[in-house]
């Protein structure tokens, strides 16, 4: 074997599992970063991965995967940067063992992320909030375990990473009700309940009747959910609500959607983007600002704060005589 084999097997290890002991889902996106770059640069040159070395992964090499990802899998810009950061957390630890191909290593760090659009975050008004609850069919348990998933998302804004990880036992509707979980970073929080979502918990946990430590939301078999479970029970929710919630219609909706209505809900109540960075998980209050431009509600009450009075009458100054008699004595 090559440098590089060694090198991405203790990077996993070592770095990732032990060091920063990475999630599930970071060591999965890493894993499959770092599967395709392979297979790449294999079909690039020839090389099977056991035989490539450090330098065949020089910066010739990861733009052209970079523009593979673009053009050919047709990837969003956003994940293109999430890979890029994959490969530069590779060779940032490179860097300490594998000195010898310092050249190489910097010039792949050096390449940059692409700036990324930032469009107006999607979510849900009162309404058709309400029409999304009430068109999850409660006469079937698919129905109400759906509309527990969503009261629950949308109360509470957990990412659909989280909601898939809850159990039982993460639910306490006792005294000071609220849902724990661990979010990114292996971070965890807690977050508060309102009486009718503990409400529809506790119906939802009596059914489910599982043991403390089993999948909160799962399948008829017992199973737990998907990802894209959740999303295409979404869009089957979404299509039953837009008869009734005609604004629905057209509107792109997933489980991230449910999250800003939560974020939306907090800033429109009035409460501090620091509170909702808590509430939500964000590591930085950057990230909660985002609501802050899309609520045109606060931009609206700002500009009126601005606006000139229009009490005076318009038109030019007209200076009094003894000002013109001054200046005309100068």
């Known amino acids: ?41 294999q079909d690039q040159t020839g090389k099977s991965p056991s035989d490539l070395a450090i330098s065949d992964l020089d910066v010739t090499a990861i733009t052209g995967f970079l523009t593979y990802l673009e053009t050919i899998r047709k990837n969003s810009i956003r994940t293109r940067n999430a890979r890029l950061a994959a490969i530069h957390s590779l060779f940032g630890y490179a860097a300490l063992h594998h000195p010898e191909h310092a050249a190489v290593i910097q010039r792949v760090l050096a390449i940059p992320t692409v700036r990324i659009q930032r469009n107006i975050v999607s979510w849900l008004g009162q309404e058709e909030a309400d029409a999304l609850l009430a068109a999850c069919n409660q006469a079937t348990r698919t129905g109400r375990r759906d509309h527990a998933i969503f009261s629950l998302a949308i109360q509470t804004g957990l990412r659909v990473s989280e909601l898939l990880d809850l159990t039982v036992a993460d639910i306490h509707t006792g005294t000071g009700p609220h849902v724990h979980c661990v979010g990114k970073g292996r971070k965890e929080r807690r977050t508060p309940l309102l009486p009718h979502v503990v409400s529809v918990l506790e119906a939802w946990i009596h059914e ?123």
């Open 1 to 41: 074997m090559t440098s590089l084999a060694p090198l991405l097997q203790s990077f996993f290890t070592d770095r990732l599992m032990t060091q920063r002991q990475a999630s599930p889902n970071t060591i999965a996106s890493y894993r499959d970063t770092f599967k395709l770059l392979l297979g790449h640069v």
């Open 208 to 330: 489910h009747g599982g043991p403390p430590e089993a999948p909160l939301f799962t399948t008829t078999t017992g199973t737990g959910l998907s990802r894209d479970a959740i999303e295409q029970r979404i869009r089957v929710a979404v299509k039953n609500a837009t008869t009734s919630c005609p604004s629905l219609k057209g509107k792109r909706i997933s489980a991230h959607t449910l999250r800003h209505t939560a974020a939306m809900r907090l800033l429109q109540a009035g409460v501090d983007t620091t509170v909702i960075a808590l509430w939500l998980g964000h590591e930085q209050i950057s990230t909660t600002n985002i609501y802050v431009h899309t609520d045109m509600t606060m931009k609206e009450e700002a500009i009126a704060k601005i606006t000139p009075s229009t009490a005076g009458a318009p038109g030019r100054y007209q200076p009094t005589d003894t000002v013109i008699a001054f200046l005309k004595s100068l």
